[in-house]
């Protein structure tokens, strides 16, 4: 059994309440979200899934884009689109990736930056 002094106490400081007969978890009055979550879950899925299959190419376990589309139950076309997003400039994908903060452009465009060498990508995707 734990001792008593061996238990670590997590308190997290929330309110349940009733919202159309079912609970739901409310925060703090004084909480305020942080930057962290400004950061559209689209670009952040969009990225990741682009580099998922590039590794999966650089791997071999998939050979081909038509490969890939086949497995995911989408068009070449639009594998061969996203893919790019995995050769962003190390920059722009920290700034999306880790620092959370959100482009200026839409992914479309986004795609378009990635034919810009690595040094001015960060301009247009951010101003």
Same mark, same amino acid.
């Given at each position: ?9 997590? !308190?997290?400081? !929330?309110?349940?309440r009733?919202?159309?007969g079912r609970p739901k978890i409310m925060?703090?009055?004084? @909480?305020?979200p942080?930057? /962290?979550q ?19 190419l650089e $791997?071999?376990s998939? %050979? $081909?884009?038509q /490969?890939?589309a ?8 639009f ?5 790019? !997003?995995? @050769?962003l %400039?190390?920059?722009v994908?920290? $700034?999306?990736?880790i620092t959370?903060?959100?482009p200026a ?5 986004l ?7 690595w040094?001015?990508?960060m301009?247009p995707?951010?101003?």
């Amino acid at each position: 059994m734990t001792e008593d002094h061996d238990t670590i106490r997590v !308190l997290i400081p !929330l309110k349940v309440r009733k919202k159309n007969g079912r609970p739901k978890i409310m925060p703090p009055a004084d @909480y305020r979200p942080s930057e /962290d979550q400004s950061q559209s879950p689209h670009v952040l899925r969009a990225i990741g899934r682009a580099w998922g299959w590039r590794r999966r190419l650089e $791997t071999g376990s998939a %050979s $081909t884009i038509q /490969d890939i589309a086949a497995t995911e139950k989408v068009s070449d076309r639009f594998v061969g689109r996203m893919i790019r !997003l995995a @050769y962003l %400039s190390p920059s722009v994908l920290e $700034t999306l990736v880790i620092t959370r903060q959100p482009p200026a452009i839409s992914i479309n465009d986004l795609m378009a930056v990635t034919e810009l060498p690595w040094e001015e990508q960060m301009d247009p995707v951010f101003e």
